[in-house]
T-cell receptor, first 114, second 112 residues
Framework: KAGVTQTPRYLIKTRGQQVTLSCSPISGHRSVSWYQQTPGQGLQFLFE???????NKGNFPGRFSGRQFSNSRSEMNVSTLELGDSALYLC?????????????FGEGSRLTVL | SQKIEQNSEALNIQEGKTATLTCNYT??????LQWYRQDPGRGPVFLLL?????KEKRKERLKVTFDTTLKQSLFHITASQPADSATYLC???????????FGTGTRLTVIP
């Protein structure tokens, strides 16, 4: 069974640009969550999607948005990038709604904002 | 506010010894705690889940305890090996939010 796939793995952007990251969950998993990981803050919850609906949202500004498609694939978008958005963005999938069980993480997308 | 804390940022231990990592939570009572392992440049990998009504859980050389009185979980690796060197993350459910939130992790180094 293929794991969670995130693309791209690495990307460099400049301030003010926008970025879209993609996540393909494990087949059969309907919940996709996104986390931001930085050295100082650790893993911070961004949002969770289940059956194409955003169910939970973390404490991030509106520049951070996401969506989920009917095949459970998910994308997240960050607009008007700031230097502080440089981070590892991790996607995790699970079978059930929410994060009430084991999460399966992808390898992450490393974003550098210059 | 609800908080998860892993007090040690880094822990060095001699090969063969038992490594013990601590996770404390404050201002609430999680229904369960999870432990993950993360290697550099990789995503976290699930290790163990323990529920509030379970005192202890084991998996091979791993053992997790959950003490609701002390508001603490301990994660033990017995007979540690250099291959156990990684960052270990504690995570808990967040009341009313139906999502997990994570501690900042403890970087374990097992010295041969």
């Amino acid at each position: 069974k293929a794991g969670v796939t995130q693309t791209p793995r690495y990307l460099i952007k400049t301030r003010g640009q926008q970025v879209t990251l993609s996540c393909s969950p494990i087949s059969g998993h309907r919940s996709v969550s996104w986390y931001q990981q930085t050295p100082g803050q650790g893993l911070q919850f961004l949002f969770e999607y289940f059956s194409e609906t955003q169910r939970n949202k973390g404490n991030f500004p509106g520049r951070f948005s996401g969506r989920q498609f009917s095949n459970s694939r998910s994308e997240m978008n960050v607009s008007t990038l700031e230097l502080g958005d440089s981070a590892l963005y991790l996607c995790a999938s699970s079978f059930n709604r929410g994060n009430t069980g084991e999460l399966f993480f992808g390898e992450g997308s490393r974003l550098t904002v210059l | 506010s609800q908080k998860i804390e892993q007090n040690s940022e880094a822990l060095n231990i001699q090969e063969g010894k038992t490594a013990t990592l601590t996770c404390n939570y404050t201002n609430y009572s999680p229904a369960y705690l999870q432990w993950y392992r993360q290697d550099p440049g990789r995503g976290p990998v699930f290790l163990l889940l323990i529920r509030e009504n379970e005192k202890e859980k084991r998996k091979e050389r791993l053992k997790v305890t959950f003490d609701t009185t002390l508001k603490q979980s301990l994660f033990h690796i017995t007979a540690s090996q250099p291959a156990d060197s990684a960052t270990y993350l504690c995570a808990a459910d967040q009341t009313g939010a139906n999502n997990l939130f994570f501690g900042t992790g403890t970087r374990l180094t097992v010295i041969p």
